[in-house]
């Protein structure tokens, strides 16, 4: 991992500065509060420090020279781990554009034919930290990044195509199958998580049977579809929480639940406090503490 000090430098020096082509150069100086995050489909690599996420059953712990990949939109719960002004956390993130996987996908290897986890972490290698680096210096040759960016980001995401994460990568640029299909079971629930639903409903939406529902849903997101709707349930509950910590079983109400101490029991169980405590904590905490970045 010898570009790892260089990959270090350039991130730091470079941090909260504008950046081309879906790049994002992110330093924290303080560990953070485990916090309600949404993931896109995105490679980011820590330079320094450390980040943990949970996602349903998967835990996901990460640090120096490890990346994390998301093939799509899945609710986390995520902090920053480890962090200090005299060694701050330290992450590049980089957009995963589907035209462009879709287009590599015709010379990768195939497919396994099952679905891949939404979201996978790794130990970068060394030809994927020395793609990232040839990246990064870019960002201080103007003249070279026009010409030579969009050469080094494909090199960059065929590496990731290639390693023992690629499953993950491939879905983003598959246009149809099972993939698609979770994907739409995904944003149906969104956008209903405050409505009662049988899974029948899901799978219909879907286009699947309850059967390949269950198990390519849970292949992905390591949750079932109900287990999935109680998250996105609880996470609007405390963003909503945040923004007014006023009343919290309209809150709950708000996002779906019936009883008030159902509500506080599996809020409690997720975040470790009853929803009014842990919004009055979280009010007096400073707001770099509550980064989900």
């Known amino acids: 991992m010898t570009a790892l000090p260089e990959i270090r430098d350039l991130v730091l020096r470079h941090a909260g500065r504008p950046t081309p082509g879906g790049l994002v150069l992110h330093r924290t100086d303080t560990p953070t509060e485990p916090m309600p995050a949404q993931t896109a489909p995105l490679f980011a690599l820590v330079a320094q420090g450390a980040k943990y996420a949970v996602l349903g059953d998967g835990v996901f712990s990460y640090g120096v020279g490890q990346f994390i990949v998301a093939s799509m939109e899945l609710p986390v719960i995520s902090h920053v781990s480890q962090a200090s002004r005299a060694e701050p956390y330290l992450v590049l993130g980089l957009a995963l554009r589907p035209s462009l996987i879709a287009d590599l996908l015709l010379d990768a290897p195939p497919a396994t034919g099952e679905p891949a986890a939404g979201i996978a972490v790794s130990t970068a290698d060394d030809d994927l930290l020395d793609a990232v680096v040839r ?19 494909r090199e960059l995401v065929w590496r990731l195509l290639t390693s023992e994460q690629g499953g993950t990568v491939r879905q983003i640029g598959v246009g149809d199958g099972n993939v698609v299909q979770i994907e739409r079971a995904i944003r149906w629930i969104r956008e209903h998580h405050a409505d009662l639903f049988r899974v029948e409903d899901v799978a219909r939406v879907a286009g699947m049977s309850v059967t390949s529902l269950h198990r390519h849903f849970r292949a992905i997101t390591t949750m079932t579809p109900i287990q999935f709707q109680k998250l996105v349930r609880l996470q609007e509950a405390r963003a909503r929480l945040l923004a007014d910590p006023g009343d919290v079983a309209a809150v709950g109400f708000a996002v779906g639940y019936e009883s008030a101490s159902q509500f506080s029991r599996e809020y409690r169980r997720l975040f470790g406090l009853p929803p009014g405590r842990d919004a009055a904590r979280l009010a007096r905490l400073d707001p770099a503490r509550l980064a989900t970045v």
Do not use: N
Request: aromatic share 6%.
């Open 135 to 153: 990246l990064l210096r870019l960002l201080d040759r103007p003249d070279d990044q026009r010409v030579l960016w969009a050469g080094v980001e």
